[in-house]
């Protein structure tokens, strides 16, 4: 890797969106406004924002990544820049680092804003502490970012991008184990969830409620996210042809 | 001795062939010409000679080296059809994004800001510039680190006459130091300011010379009635050779 180029992409995705106030509002106040409407929507029985709180924590940033690399993927191609970078000394590794980088840093801050006022005003207990919340935020928004990039080589347009969100991520979350937990589910749906990375990110988020240090089962769940994550770059770097037909 | 050599390249896209066996040079040093009405295969050449067009075959060779080899990318400025830089960067955010991929310092960003005439609007973002402005911020960056060939895809489009006349006199500029460029336009007044022309139409080069040779193998003055003549005589490779 190198990393002049690497930083520099990182900085110039962060600049495109600083020159996007409307939307790094919306990146950093929305999902604490849902988490606080999800607190009062369930005011009657507080053990559901309990439970649900952490895995929200999580979700947010994988959804948000994925729309936002996607739809950044889609324009890099259709407006003529990213078959212009590939003629550039930029490699494909610092191209997809410097994405990483600079979403990783917009996911930190987005995780840590939410997890400060669940934590605080909302009251929200996390017994392993605010730091693994966040943590597991930051490898579920590369997540987003890595699947976003890999499914973005597969839409011409921004508006076929937004549709990849339903087609995509909503399986995932209906799966993860936030709705109904996968034991509970049929033998096939219970496949399917174990193959979905989110599942693992989801089992970690609600092993952190509970446990009061980084368990084995965390840090495999850990793990196993990463390697997808690992896995959905690779993919994605093989969809960033230089030659094209 | 020849900055590019194109030898028998043929190119389909979408199950069409879009390039049929296409010969052809540019020396070095040069501002040469790639001409013809839009769809004719244009941007597809440029593409082929950058690295970016999957060839469906013969050679395509840059700078004594094969098209899109990684020594290459120091060494070939691009600028694409579609704007190709970012609308939501400034001018110099711009400019010192693709300074820095190209490994030159940030003084050559604004220096090269300058050159295309835009030291007055770095600031601004490139989505609330004109066309003209922002052609030109495209153009700047494929200027970065003084490439040794510039290939520019319809650089002039939408410019208003006293800019395009600049342009050419900093593509001459360029030309004197030693750069080679190869622009492509569909506007035949300015195929007057190329020191060598290629005409391509439907996927194969009609004419290949200087503009004074294709004015003197048709007996036209004016050089859009030298290609209309040659494309009445039937735009096949042999009237190539007429023009050469």
Redesign the interface.
């Known amino acids: 890797m190198t990393t002049r180029p690497m930083l520099a992409t990182a900085a110039r995705v962060l600049s495109q969106l600083r020159h996007d106030r409307r939307t790094v509002a919306l990146l950093l106040v929305v999902p604490v406004a849902l988490l606080t409407l999800f607190k009062y929507v369930y005011q009657s029985a507080p053990p559901v924002f309990d439970r649900i709180g952490p895995i929200m924590l999580g979700l947010f940033p994988f959804v948000t990544m994925f729309l936002v690399t996607s739809i950044a993927m889609v324009r890099e191609r259709t407006s003529g820049t990213l078959e212009r970078l590939l003629t550039t000394p930029l490699r494909k590794l610092d191209l997809l680092a410097g994405y990483a980088l600079a979403f990783g840093l917009v996911a930190l801050a987005q995780a840590g804003i939410a997890a400060a006022v669940a934590i605080g005003p909302l009251g929200l207990t996390v017994s392993a502490g605010v730091s693994v919340v966040v943590g597991l935020a930051v490898i579920n928004a590369l997540l987003g970012m890595a699947l976003g990039l890999f499914l973005s080589a597969f839409a011409s347009t921004e508006f076929q991008a937004v549709q990849f969100l339903p087609a995509a991520v909503l399986p995932q979350v209906l799966l993860c184990g936030l709705l109904a937990p996968p034991e509970q589910m049929s033998t096939v749906l219970r496949w399917a969830s174990d193959v979905l990375p989110l599942t693992y990110a989801v089992d970690a988020l609600t092993e952190a409620r509970t446990a009061t240090a980084v368990t084995g089962a965390m840090a495999t769940d850990a793990l196993i996210v990463l390697c997808c994550i690992v896995a959905a770059l690779a993919l994605g770097a093989a969809t960033l042809r230089r030659r094209t037909p | 001795m020849n900055a590019i050599e194109v030898s028998g390249l043929v190119v389909d896209?979408?199950g069409r062939r879009v390039l049929h066996g296409i010969d052809c040079t540019v020396p070095t040093g040069s501002v040469t010409g790639l001409l013809g009405p839009s769809g004719g295969g244009k941007s597809t050449l440029l593409?082929a000679i950058?690295?970016?067009?999957?060839?469906t075959g013969g050679t395509v060779s840059v700078l004594g080296q094969p098209a899109?080899s990684?020594r290459l990318?120091?060494r070939?400025g691009?600028?694409?059809?579609?704007?190709?830089?970012?609308?939501?960067?400034?001018a110099r955010?711009n400019a010192?994004?693709?300074a820095?991929?190209?490994?030159v310092p940030a003084a050559a960003a604004d220096e090269a800001l300058r050159d295309v005439g835009l030291g007055g609007q770095v600031d601004l973002?490139v989505g609330r510039m004109s066309g003209g402005q922002a052609a030109r911020v495209s153009l700047a960056?494929g200027l970065l680190g003084r490439p040794d060939l510039l290939v520019l895809d319809e650089p002039t489009v939408g410019l208003d006459p006293v800019l395009r006349r600049d342009l050419w006199v900093l593509f001459a500029e360029l030309a004197a130091a030693g750069t080679t460029l190869l622009i492509s336009s569909h506007v035949m007044d300015e195929a007057g300011r190329c020191q060598r022309l290629l005409l391509l139409r439907e996927g194969r080069i009609i004419a290949d010379g200087t503009p004074a040779e294709i004015r003197s193998a048709t007996g036209k003055d004016d050089l859009e009635e030298a290609f209309l003549r040659l494309i009445e005589l039937g735009g096949g490779a042999e009237h190539a050779e007429v023009a050469r």
Not at chain 2, 100 to 103: K, M, N, T
């Open positions: 896209r979408g593409r950058v690295g970016v067009q999957r060839v899109g990684a990318r120091r070939v691009y600028t694409t059809q579609e704007l190709s830089v970012y609308r939501d960067l400034t955010g010192h994004y693709f820095a991929l190209a490994g973002l960056c």
